[in-house]
């Protein structure tokens, strides 16, 4: 899904939102259910605004690494600026891959490797030990400095193959409990949307936003 070039000079700043993302699925999903809450506002991709050095992800924490990325955006364009930062929490491998989760196998967002080596660390586990979760800490960093957050997660397993062909990422091997013998690929994007992690983090910013936060 390409992303075409936007002049800022076009935008309206108070109309504006920069999602802080290059991954056309997350700036599709981060519309859908922000943009509900928002009205009239315009979500725009960092990188259709200009050529911007991703920032380094030094966060220990979905959250740290959250704001990091959000506050880059504002640097860069002046706007108010959203981002996330989400990853596949295992308990059998003690919370890996974590926040290291789009590089998991070495190399940042190549999504067969990172898969390949999930299913290679857990191994011969049994399905009841498989538990997992997807998290995600959504920050919303305002031109002037000010700061919201939202947290919501997906509980589910990791499944012993890879099966559908929607979303991206860990979606082939995540099973959510919330949909029972189906992988997160598998489901459309409204179904994924009703019950991600990403979602849960969306709707937990939604009602601080309508609280006056």
């Given at each position: 899904m390409a992303l075409e070039h936007i002049d800022p000079a076009e935008l309206d700043p108070q109309k504006t939102i920069v999602v802080a993302t290059g991954n056309a699925h997350k700036l599709t999903e981060i519309e859908a259910i922000l943009g509900a809450a928002l009205p009239g506002t315009r979500f725009v991709a960092v990188g259709q605004l200009g050529d911007f050095e991703d920032p380094e992800e030094t966060g220990t924490t979905f959250a740290e690494n959250a704001l990091i990325k959000a506050r880059a955006a504002v640097a860069?364009?002046?706007?108010?600026?959203?981002?996330d930062d989400s990853g596949l929490v295992v308990d059998a491998?003690?919370?890996?891959?974590?926040?290291?989760?789009?590089?998991?196998a070495g190399v940042h967002g190549d999504d067969a490797a990172n898969n390949a080596k999930l299913l290679e660390e857990?191994?011969?586990?049994?399905a009841a030990e498989r538990t997992a979760r997807f998290m995600s800490v959504v920050a919303l960093v305002y031109a002037d400095g000010r700061v919201l957050t939202g947290t919501g997660a997906c509980e589910g397993t990791v499944g012993f193959a890879g099966r559908g062909t929607n979303g991206f990422g860990y979606d082939p091997l995540f099973l959510p409990a919330d949909t029972p013998g189906k992988t997160m690929a598998e489901l459309t994007p409204e179904e994924k949307n009703a019950i991600s992690h990403r979602f849960h983090a969306l709707e937990d910013l939604c009602g601080k936003l309508a609280a006056g936060a």
């Open positions: 860069e364009t002046g706007f108010t600026a959203v981002a491998l003690d919370g890996a891959p974590g926040v290291y989760s789009a590089r998991y857990l191994g011969q586990v049994p």
